[in-house]
């Protein structure tokens, strides 16, 4: 435990759901690997989706692309903040020290934002947009900046154990 850290992340640590995570032999590794599958899950389907608002896959509707693809992109996200939060809670007041953590955790805000300005902005321009017809700028500028944000936040998370 870290004092250092603000009281609160000090007492999510101390918590006896933290104690819990800490003491079990598999909650952690459970923890752990859920984690990544729900990052394999979110970031194929954000990938599928970013790319077709890019301009790939132009042979499909992207009102049909980005409808199946909201779906594991809705799962993935519920598996990364289920198992992030077991994982954080474990080492809470060492872990929202760490730098990495911090952009990691501004980099999430950032793409929840602008997954947001899109669904609020671009996405009506989007919808009903037959295959084969370019997508506006603001799409492929949404969809490029998104995977550019997300492999940055998985670049960040891997990272965090060794600083």
Known sequence: MTDA?????????????????????????IANVAHILSLMVFFGAVAVMDLRLAGAFAATSPDYVLRKARIFIGLGFLGLLASGIVLFSAEASHVVLNPLFQIKAGLIGLGILNAA?????????????APLTPLPRAARFAGIASIAIWLTVAACGRLIAYF
């Not at 300005?117 to 947009?129: A, H």
């Open 5 to 29: 850290a603000p009281a609160i992340f000090v007492a999510i640590e101390g918590s006896a759901f933290a104690a819990m995570i800490r003491q079990s032999p598999f909650a952690y590794m």
């Open 117 to 129: 300005s899109f669904e609020l902005f671009v996405r009506p321009k989007v919808k009903g947009i």
